[in-house]
């Protein structure tokens, strides 16, 4: 049977037959638990922070930074409070302090994680081999879509993975409406590299669902000569000269007063770029960015929107794709917190009214897709957050 072409992941039992699920539906229907699993983490991924720590996923930053920061932060600035007499300090007055304290952990303090792997404008220990996943729930979209097997031997079905293009003989048009018991995940299409780099904290948006650590208005951008230095450590050293799909998220990635410079270093050295954006900068901004991106990532944010210039951005990047480059995807991520999933509903209908984001390009691929994106708690990122029943049925069913 023919599947959406929006639904990238392809599921498999035991028996090498799939399926095919959104991330978003992965994550709303709780199937994303692999501990013990053999996965491609590592060796196929990276994910850069916010500080430049380097770790084998985003999963294994969130605990590894909970242990060393978060915890440990929360009870400094009780601390500080009293020694200032100042219980009013805003964030930005913390600041200090909070350089202060990440400055102070060291390679030697992520010891306990096996999945820390250096920090940029340091020796990187770069990874060569597929990992066995630690973790109870793999926490992040970046991560979910990493090739993994539930054992070592099962990783034979990861045609795509294994085969690049040559994979993929087996279609969408293959997929079947359900599977048993899911044993292997990957990819339709093949991704040998990729990085998940949280360019900065900075952000224009202070949305309620968003972790207080990442996100703020005042912070200092990573210097330009250490990201470029990164970059080509990442292309030639762990890459080998291979194509790495760069996904840049943040707080607002293109905030980053060097976004452009960075984005048209990598293009100029054939590496493949997607942005995860708010999509609140200027139509000037991005006419001058579309060149040097191959996707984008739209998240629509209901607290924040300006919903005028989400659709006129959005609209330049579809004549982009449609008048210049066929291999442009854009996806619009419309983020649902409880309350919100009607809202998010009425405008995932205006967005499609446009007609253009499920076309079929020249390549024979749909150029983009539109989904409704649960959200997860504050308290624990591995688990949803409370919605209706009607609610949770609309996020799983899309």
């Known amino acids: 049977m023919e599947m959406d072409g929006k639904k990238q992941l392809r599921i498999y039992d035991k028996t090498g037959k799939y399926t095919v699920l959104s991330t978003d539906e992965v994550i709303a229907n709780e199937l994303n638990h692999w501990k013990g699993w053999y996965c491609s983490a590592g060796m196929r991924n990276l994910y ?51 350089v202060e304290w990440r400055q102070k952990i060291s390679k030697e303090d992520f010891s306990f994680s096996n999945e820390y792997i250096g ?175 191959n996707s984008i990532n739209m998240s629509a944010h209901f607290e924040s929107i300006d919903k005028k210039r989400f659709l006129e951005n959005l609209i330049i990047m579809l004549d982009y794709h449609d008048l210049v480059d066929d291999d442009h995807w854009i996806e619009v991520k419309l983020m649902c917190p409880p309350g919100k999933v009607k809202e998010a509903i009425e405008f995932k209908k205006e967005i499609e009214s446009i007609g253009r984001l499920h076309i079929i390009g020249a390549n024979k691929r749909v150029k983009g897709a539109c989904s409704l994106v649960p959200i997860r708690q504050i308290e624990n990122s591995g688990e949803l957050t409370q919605y209706s029943e009607e609610e949770i049925c609309q996020l799983q069913n899309q």
């Open 119 to 293: 920090k940029i404008g340091d020796e990187i220990d770069f990874p060569y081999e597929w990992i066995t996943c630690p973790f109870d729930t793999c926490a992040c979209g970046a991560d979910v879509i990493v090739s993994k097997s539930k054992t070592k031997d099962l990783s034979s079905l990861l045609s795509v993975t294994e085969l690049e293009y040559y994979g993929q003989e087996k279609t969408i048009k293959d997929a079947v409406e359900s599977v048993g018991d899911c044993v292997a995940v990957e990819m339709n299409f093949p991704i040998p590299y990729q990085v998940l780099w949280d360019l900065t904290r900075r952000c224009n948006y202070n949305c309620s669902y968003c972790w207080p650590y990442v996100h703020n208005n005042y912070e200092k951008f990573l210097p330009i000569d250490i990201i470029l230095d990164t970059c080509e450590r990442l292309i030639y050293e762990w890459a080998n000269t291979s194509e790495i799909r760069f996904n840049f998220g943040g707080g607002e990635p293109t905030l980053h007063p060097n976004f452009i410079d960075i984005i048209k270093y990598l293009k100029d050295n054939d590496q493949w770029i997607l942005v995860t954006t708010n999509g609140s900068r200027s139509p000037k901004f991005w006419n001058e960015a579309l060149p040097y991106i």
């Open 48 to 98: 850069i922070d916010y500080d430049g720590n380097i770790f084998t996923c985003n999963t294994a930053s969130a605990g590894a930074i909970s242990k060393l920061w978060i915890d440990p932060w929360n009870k400094r600035v009780e601390e500080i409070k009293r020694s200032l007499k100042n219980l009013d300090l805003t964030d930005e007055e913390f600041e200090p302090y909070r």
